[in-house]
Structure formats: C-alpha cells, structure tokens
C-alpha cells in the first residue's frame, strides 16, 4: 500500500526529524497561518482549509479554516497520499466517492467530496506538511483558482519554515540571559528581557565573582535579527571583562576596550549600542558604573526618593576616539536600583517624567518579583513597540519589628 | 513620514522629515543622506522642525548621515529640534555630536 509508506520506513523517519524539527506546538495557535487558511476559503470559494502536519501516524491541524481541527489517524486523511506522491503539482480530487483511493475514508463518509492539496517543504526540501482546501460536492479549481491555490501554499511554506527559524533564534537569545536570579547576603538581582518582535536588540548580563557584581544592560540600534546579532556580540565582549572588573579595574577602561574592540563591526553595521555597565561591591555597597548613552539608571532611595543617575558618555559605535567615564554611587540598606531600555518608556504617559513613574513602581513594590512581574504585566497588556528590558538590584532594608 | 529634499544657492542640503522617524522612515533618511553626500553635497542642515518621533533607527540614519558628511570633508547639522527629539538627544548624550541649531539658515554660521 503506497499510504502506508508515509507511516513507516525510512523517508518516514527523515519527514518526521524534519516535523519535530518545525516546533510546532500542536495546542497552541498558529495566527499567521490562520491568516492564509482564512484567505484560501474566500479566494477559492470553499468551505475548508488547513495545514496538515503528519506527526507519528497521526494527522493535526497547526491551523484549520472552516471546520473544527482535531487530530486523526494519518492513514485516514487525503494528505497522507499527497505527501506520499511527493508532487511538486497538487493532488487534485475532483469526487472523492468515485475515487478508489478516497471512497472509503471516514472524511469521505462524513461529506468530504472534493480534495486539492500540496506538500510544504522545510528548508532541506524534506515534506513537512500539507496546504489543502475541501469541498463537500465534487469540483475541480478553475485554472485562476488553482494559480491562487499555489500562491496561497507557497506562502503557507514561507511561514511555516521562517517562523520556526525565527522560535529557534528566539530560544538561543533567551538562553543567552542569565539563567537563575542572584541572591547573596542582602542582594537581590533579577531582569527581564521581552522583545518586540521574536528576537530583539536587547540585552542585559549579570555575574558575581570575587565579591563584585558586574551587571550589563544594553540596546543595539534597531529591532530584530541584525540588532540581536550585534547584540551577542557586545555581551561577549563585555562578559570578557568580567574578571578585570572584579579585580577593580576602572570601568571607564573596561568599556572603552569594548567600544574600541566593537567599532569596525558597529561601523560596518552602521548600527549603535547604548549600553549601562554596572560594578557592584556586595559588601561596601558601591556601585560604579559607565553610561553609554543609555541615561535610563535609577536608584530608588529606602524612603522612596528617585535619584536619577547618569553619565555624559556616548553610544558605543559613535566616534572612534571616544572615550567612557566612571562615576560612583552608594547603594544603602534599603535601596533599590534599576537599569532599563527606552522600550520600557513606551509604556508611560509621560516618558519625559520617567523618573517620577518608574520611580514609583519601583517604591511601591514588595520586593524584586512582584516588581518585575508587575513590569512584564504591563509590558503584555500595551503590546509595545520596542523591546523591553529591565534589571533590578534590591538591597533589602531592616525589617521593622512592630 | 514625508522627505523633502532642496539645495540652497550656497551648496548647503536641505533636508526636511516630516512626522515619524522610525525604523521604516530611517532607512529613506538613510539612502537620502548618503545620496546628497555621494552626489558632493557634504554640506548638509537636517531641519526637525517637523520631526515628531525619532527612535534609535532615526538616530542611526542622523548619526551615519554625519560620518559620512565628515568623512567627505563636509558636515551635518540638526536645526529646530522638537522638544521629543532634543529628549532623544539629551538621553542618549549626543546632543553634542547633533548640537540642536536655531535655525536652518544659520545652522552653518558658526
């Protein structure tokens, strides 16, 4: 039986390595496939249509327009027999009922008459699923319907392999942020990072070594990919500072050796990294740090005064002989820091009066996680633009015994 | 966001953005400026006075419209900021390098 060669063998294994290699979550769904799906009814006048993925013998629906997406056995579904065809043309049924192939299949049974469908290949040009539209009474496309029809598939394709590229890029960027929060003696250190589209230009970085908190937080020029890329980069470079910056080496020479080290690669890219570099000793509770033309450091007194901190530096990708300052702070029981990226201003009525706002999120937290989660609430509901990222360090104060 | 673009009797580039420098925008500001600058107009007044957002992009397009201005012997210059661009500006630390002028007629006087 041709079917049962999509079920089993060894074309089977690589289709579904490739399948499994999608990311697909079979619960969630699938907005910009739906989006085409919805299109295929109305341009093709008919009642239903999905994508197909075939997935150890059984058959789901990452998105179905016109009918209710279940999953079935795979041996039970007309794509079965496109994907084992492996067609660059479509499969095209005109009357199921008539067909010996399809007669006796429960779709067929339950009203199903008339089937065109396309294998969509990953990257590999390995078949990983099926675009497919149904009718309930025999037909055939007219030939404008069936120029429509692949159109619609191909773009289908293009969806479904770019946004699996783009759920791994997004994985590898996030795995690239510290894993767990910090919590020495009377330090707290956490961050979020969500970026406006799948990867962003954002970053932030923290380790304590040595007694020395290095903090990093910084924000490539632009969104997206390019931006992410540039944004790895300059972690890195900075991560290799690390230990000069615990043996107490000025920052403003640590940064200055980033810049100077990013500089062909930024002007290359003709991009630019605002950037906050941050020095914390744990047990003295000085902080010094460099301002990258960032501006966005708050420190957040114990009886809630904000104290704005900021450097006169520029971005890093400027002017090459640009050179970084570091300025100090004392960081006191009680006190609460906070570095963040412009995205987070996007989200204020008043982005001038920054410090007032973020001042008073800040004060009017418990402690570090309700404040980050009050922040990633936000974030959520207004869909902002520009990505979002915030680090906090908290200095716990001395309970109150009443 | 509109682009209007002129060239004074003097030599000096007029370039006007109207409405929203973003991530679109940018790179239209981008392509122009490197356009003036590789067509020998190195001399160059960016005029804000209609600038309503500027964000990072926007900052970039400015930021590579004046290296290459420099790099060509000539300058760029920003004139009539709007209090939303001066506060990019002013946070980023590059009101400096993009020293805000009051005019564009002035903007090379001095």
């Known amino acids: 039986m041709g079917r049962s060669q999509v079920v089993g063998g060894v074309e089977d294994e690589r289709r579904q390595r490739a399948v499994d290699g999608l990311g697909l979550a079979e619960t969630g769904s699938h907005p910009r496939l739906d989006r085409i799906t919805r299109l295929a009814c109305l341009a093709l006048d008919v009642p239903m249509s999905a994508v197909t993925v075939l997935d150890r013998g059984r058959a789901w629906f990452p998105s179905a327009a016109g009918f209710e997406p279940g999953s079935m056995q795979a041996e039970d579904t007309f794509c079965v027999t496109t994907l084992a065809e492996d067609a660059t043309e479509p499969l095209a049924v005109v009357d199921a009922h008539a067909d010996p192939r399809f007669q006796d299949l429960p779709v067929v049974h339950d009203g199903v008459n008339a089937y065109v469908g396309l294998p969509l290949r990953d990257h590999t040009g390995t078949p990983v699923a099926t675009f497919c539209v149904f009718d309930t009474k025999p037909r055939e496309l007219t030939p404008e319907q069936r120029e429509a029809f692949e159109d619609l598939a191909a773009w289908a394709e293009r969806e479904l392999v770019a946004s699996t590229e783009m759920q791994q890029a997004s994985r590898v960027q996030a795995s690239l942020l510290p894993s767990r929060p910090v919590r020495v003696g009377e330090w707290d250190v956490d961050g979020l990072c969500l970026p406006a589209l799948a990867v962003g230009g954002d970053f932030y970085d923290y380790e304590v ?109 400027i002017l090459p002989d640009d050179h970084w300052e570091e300025v100090e702070v004392e960081l006191r029981t009680g006190d609460r820091l906070v570095l963040f990226s412009d995205g987070v201003l996007d989200l204020l009525e008043d982005p001038d009066d920054w410090p007032r706002a973020v001042g008073s999120w800040v004060a009017e937290a418990d402690d570090l996680p309700s404040f980050l989660t009050a922040m990633a609430r936000t974030a959520t509901e207004e869909t902002p633009l520009d990505d979002i990222t915030v680090v906090a360090v908290f200095r716990q104060g001395v309970k109150e015994i009443g | 966001m509109e682009l209007d673009v002129s060239t004074r009797d003097d030599g000096i580039a007029v370039v006007v953005p109207r409405g929203r420098l973003n991530m679109v925008s940018a790179r239209q500001l ?49 004139a009539r900021p709007t209090p939303a661009v001066v506060s990019v500006f002013e946070l980023t630390n590059l009101d400096r390098v993009l020293r805000a002028r009051e005019s564009v007629e002035t903007a090379f006087d001095a």
């Open chain 2, 30 to 78: 981008k392509e122009t400026l490197s356009d003036l600058v590789a067509g020998g107009s190195a001399r160059i007044v960016v005029d804000l006075g209609e600038t309503t957002f500027l964000d990072s992009s926007g900052l970039g397009a400015l930021i590579g419209g004046l290296k290459a201005a420099r790099q060509a012997g000539g300058d760029l210059r920003v």
């Open chain 1, 209 to 317: 070594s040595g007694g020395v908190l290095h903090v990093s937080l910084g924000d490539v020029m632009g969104k997206g990919t390019g931006a992410a890329l540039i944004g790895a980069a300059t972690r890195t470079a900075l991560r290799s500072t690390s230990s000069a910056v615990s043996a107490g080496v000025d920052l403003g020479v640590t940064v200055t050796h980033v810049a100077r080290s990013m500089l062909d690669d930024l002007e290359r890219a003709e991009s630019f990294v605002t950037l906050i570099d941050l020095a914390l000793d744990l047990e003295s509770g000085i902080a010094r740090y460099v301002d990258a033309g960032s501006g966005l450091l708050l420190l957040v007194r114990a009886d809630g005064t904000p104290v704005r901190l900021s450097g006169r530096d520029r971005p890093l990708g």
